[in-house]
C-alpha cells in the first residue's frame, strides 16, 4: 500500500490514527451520520455503515481503512439506509443536512481565493456558525450546520429538501461571488498563464471572450446527491498523505499545506460547531438562494448565415445511438474516471434527445457494466429518480465545459462538432437532417409516383380510345357485311 501513496505508507497510517485524540476528534463527528471507511482510496467498504465508538476507529484502520467518510445528511437510524429506497422513506428517517460546500483547483492559492469569498458571503447573509477544513489535497470544505437553519421552507420542512437545498445555495453563491473570483485571480495570474500552469488552450478557460473563474475552480453543485459522503474531519487523504484539517476561517488566505502533515496535525480548530449555531441564522441566505433563478439554457441552433437561439422543446421520438456525437459515445464505451459526471451529462443529454426515463436507465445499467470501477446501482438509480422528480428539461453542459468534456478525456470532435455548441445540439440536429432528407425522399418518390400514375393514365386512355376505335371499325365492318347478306338474299 504504502508505495501507492505520496508520503504515506503502512506505518504512517497506523501511527497516526493510533493517536486517542485523533480517534476522539473522528468519533465526535459520527452521530447520526453514515460513516464508510475507504481501502487506500479505491472504493468504500460495505454501506451503510456508523462509528460509535473512538476505539472503532483504529479497530477498522488494522482492517485496512485508510480514510473515513460521512453523509451531509443526518439519520435517525443510518444503519436502517437500504440501497434504492424512495425518496419518501429517505425523508421519513432523515433528521437533518449540513451544508458542504466542496471547492477544489489545481492552483491551490485560487482555492484559498474562492474559500475565502464564500466565507465572506455566508457572512454577509448574517452566520456566524461557518466552519472550514482543509480538504487533505487541493481545495477546502466549507460547512453549515443544520442547526442553524429555518425549519420550513416554501412550505416544505427543510430536513426534505436535500439534494436540492444544497445545490439551489450553491447555485446561488457561485453566481454571488463570480466576478469577485475571476478579479482575484486575474490579479495574480493573466489568462496566457493558467494556460500554461495548467496546459489548456485559451478557449478553455474563456466563456463568450471573457475568462471565467469556474474554468479553473470547482465549486461543486452537480455531484450532490441523496447519501452523498465528504472526507471527515481529521481523517488522511491517501492521495496526498495529508489530514483534512480544520482551518480557521479568518485565515484560508494564509494556510500552509505542511500543517496538515500527519505529524503536525493538532486538535484545535472546530468544525461543524453545532452549539456555535443560532436557530434561523441561515433564513436570509435561503431566501435569496431560494429566490435565485440561474440563466437558463438554450439550444443553440446554428445555420451558415446566422446564429440564434431557441427554447428547448422536448422531442417526440429519440434519437438513435448512431447519432450521437464522440464525446457521449466516448462515455457510453465504459471510462476509468468521471463515471459521476458521465452520468450527469448523459442523463441530460438523453433526455434532451428524446429518451424516456426507462430506456435512460436500461442504457445507463448497461453502460455501468462497461466502466472498469462501475457506479454504484442505487446511485446511478437515484440520480436519474431525482432527475424524473425535478420535471425540469436541462441540457447537459455546453461544449465548452472543459471540466465535463476535455478534462476527462471524452472530447474527440469530428467536423461535425465545429457547427454546434451542447452535445444535444449535434444529435438533435443531426437527427433533423436526416428526417428533413428522407421527407424530401418521400415526396420525391411521392413525385414520381404520380407522374408515373399520369403517364399510366394517358397511356391508358390512349388503349381505351384505339380499342373503342377497333370496336367501331368491327361494328361497320359487320353491319356493312350483314347489308351486303341482305342485298343478296333479296336478289
Known amino acids: 500500500m504504502g508505495s501507492k501513496y505520496k508520503d504515506m505508507d503502512k506505518s504512517t497510517v497506523i501511527l497516526y490514527y493510533k493517536r486517542p485524540e485523533i480517534q476522539e476528534a473522528i468519533a465526535s463527528f459520527a452521530q447520526n451520520k453514515e460513516v464508510v471507511g475507504s481501502f487506500g482510496g479505491k472504493g468504500y467498504a460495505k454501506r451503510p455503515d456508523i462509528l460509535q465508538f473512538p476505539s472503532d476507529v483504529f479497530s477498522q484502520v488494522q482492517r485496512g481503512i485508510t480514510s473515513f467518510h460521512m453523509s451531509e445528511e443526518t439519520w435517525l437510524n443510518p444503519l436502517l439506509l437500504e440501497p434504492g429506497m424512495k425518496r419518501a422513506d429517505q425523508d421519513d428517517l432523515r433528521i437533518g443536512w449540513d451544508l458542504i460546500l466542496d471547492i477544489d483547483s489545481k492552483l491551490f492559492d485560487c482555492s484559498q481565493f474562492a474559500a475565502d469569498l464564500i466565507v465572506q458571503a455566508l457572512r454577509y447573509h448574517a452566520i456566524t456558525s461557518v466552519t472550514v477544513k482543509f480538504s487533505g489535497n487541493h481545495g477546502f470544505h466549507i460547512a453549515v450546520p443544520f442547526e442553524a437553519f429555518p425549519q420550513i421552507v416554501d412550505?416544505?420542512?427543510?430536513?426534505?429538501?436535500?439534494?436540492?437545498?444544497?445545490?439551489?445555495?450553491?447555485?446561488?453563491?457561485?453566481?454571488?461571488?463570480?466576478?469577485?473570483?475571476?478579479?482575484?485571480?486575474?490579479?495574480?495570474?493573466?489568462?496566457?498563464?493558467?494556460?500554461?500552469?495548467?496546459?489548456?488552450?485559451?478557449?478553455?478557460?474563456?466563456?463568450?471572450?471573457?475568462?471565467?473563474?469556474?474554468?479553473?475552480?470547482?465549486?461543486?453543485?452537480?455531484?450532490?446527491?441523496?447519501?452523498?459522503?465528504?472526507?471527515?474531519?481529521?481523517?488522511?487523504?491517501?492521495?496526498?498523505?495529508?489530514?483534512?484539517?480544520?482551518?480557521?476561517?479568518?485565515?484560508?488566505?494564509?494556510?500552509?499545506?505542511?500543517?496538515?502533515?500527519?505529524?503536525?496535525?493538532?486538535?484545535?480548530?472546530?468544525?461543524?460547531?453545532?452549539?456555535?449555531?443560532?436557530?434561523?441564522?441561515?433564513?436570509?441566505?435561503?431566501?435569496?438562494?431560494?429566490?435565485?433563478?440561474?440563466?437558463?439554457?438554450?439550444?443553440?441552433?446554428?445555420?451558415?448565415?446566422?446564429?440564434?437561439?431557441?427554447?428547448?422543446?422536448?422531442?417526440?421520438?429519440?434519437?438513435?445511438?448512431?447519432?450521437?456525437?464522440?464525446?457521449?459515445?466516448?462515455?457510453?464505451?465504459?471510462?476509468?474516471?468521471?463515471?459521476?459526471?458521465?452520468?450527469?451529462?448523459?442523463?441530460?443529454?438523453?433526455?434532451?434527445?428524446?429518451?424516456?426515463?426507462?430506456?435512460?436507465?436500461?442504457?445507463?445499467?448497461?453502460?455501468?457494466?462497461?466502466?472498469?470501477?462501475?457506479?454504484?446501482?442505487?446511485?446511478?438509480?437515484?440520480?436519474?429518480?431525482?432527475?424524473?422528480?425535478?420535471?425540469?428539461?436541462?441540457?447537459?453542459?455546453?461544449?465548452?465545459?472543459?471540466?465535463?468534456?476535455?478534462?476527462?478525456?471524452?472530447?474527440?470532435?469530428?467536423?461535425?462538432?465545429?457547427?454546434?455548441?451542447?452535445?444535444?445540439?449535434?444529435?438533435?440536429?443531426?437527427?433533423?437532417?436526416?428526417?428533413?432528407?428522407?421527407?424530401?425522399?418521400?415526396?420525391n418518390q411521392k413525385k414520381d409516383l404520380k407522374k408515373e400514375q399520369k403517364q399510366q393514365g394517358s397511356s391508358d386512355q390512349q388503349d381505351h380510345s384505339s380499342l373503342s376505335t377497333k370496336i367501331q371499325e368491327s361494328q361497320e365492318v359487320t353491319h356493312e357485311s350483314k347489308t351486303k347478306t341482305k342485298t343478296n338474299e333479296s336478289q
Open 155 to 443: 412550505g416544505t420542512p427543510t430536513k426534505n429538501l436535500f439534494p436540492e437545498g444544497p445545490k439551489k445555495i450553491a447555485e446561488y453563491l457561485n453566481d454571488m461571488i463570480k466576478e469577485h473570483l475571476k478579479k482575484k485571480i486575474l490579479e495574480k495570474y493573466s489568462v496566457a498563464q493558467l494556460c500554461n500552469l495548467l496546459q489548456l488552450k485559451k478557449e478553455d478557460v474563456e466563456l463568450r471572450g471573457e475568462f471565467n473563474p469556474f474554468s479553473i475552480v470547482d465549486i461543486d453543485t452537480i455531484l450532490i446527491s441523496s447519501r452523498h459522503l465528504f472526507r471527515m474531519p481529521y481523517s488522511l487523504n491517501e492521495k496526498s498523505g495529508l489530514v483534512s484539517i480544520p482551518v480557521d476561517p479568518s485565515k484560508i488566505l494564509s494556510f500552509n499545506r505542511e500543517d496538515a502533515r500527519p505529524e503536525n496535525v493538532r486538535v484545535e480548530v472546530p468544525f461543524l460547531n453545532r452549539s456555535q449555531a443560532k436557530f434561523d441564522e441561515a433564513k436570509k441566505l435561503f431566501i435569496a438562494a431560494f429566490d435565485f433563478v440561474a440563466p437558463q439554457q438554450t439550444i443553440l441552433v446554428e445555420s451558415s448565415e446566422k446564429t440564434s437561439s431557441v427554447d428547448f422543446e422536448q422531442l417526440q421520438n429519440k434519437v438513435p445511438e448512431e447519432l450521437f456525437p464522440p464525446c457521449i459515445k466516448t462515455i457510453l464505451r465504459g471510462i476509468p474516471d468521471g463515471k459521476k459526471r458521465a452520468l450527469f451529462i448523459l442523463v441530460n443529454f438523453l433526455r434532451s434527445c428524446g429518451w424516456t426515463y426507462e430506456d435512460i436507465e436500461e442504457r445507463l445499467l448497461e453502460w455501468n457494466t462497461l466502466n472498469p470501477e462501475p457506479l454504484r446501482e442505487v446511485q446511478l438509480k437515484g440520480h436519474i429518480r431525482y432527475h424524473r422528480q425535478s420535471k425540469k428539461a436541462v441540457l447537459p453542459p455546453n461544449c465548452d465545459n472543459k471540466a465535463y468534456y476535455k478534462d476527462l478525456g471524452f472530447c474527440t470532435p469530428d467536423n461535425f462538432c465545429s457547427r454546434i455548441k451542447n452535445p444535444a445540439t449535434y444529435a438533435r440536429k443531426k437527427s433533423f437532417l436526416i428526417e428533413q432528407h428522407a421527407s424530401k425522399q418521400k415526396k
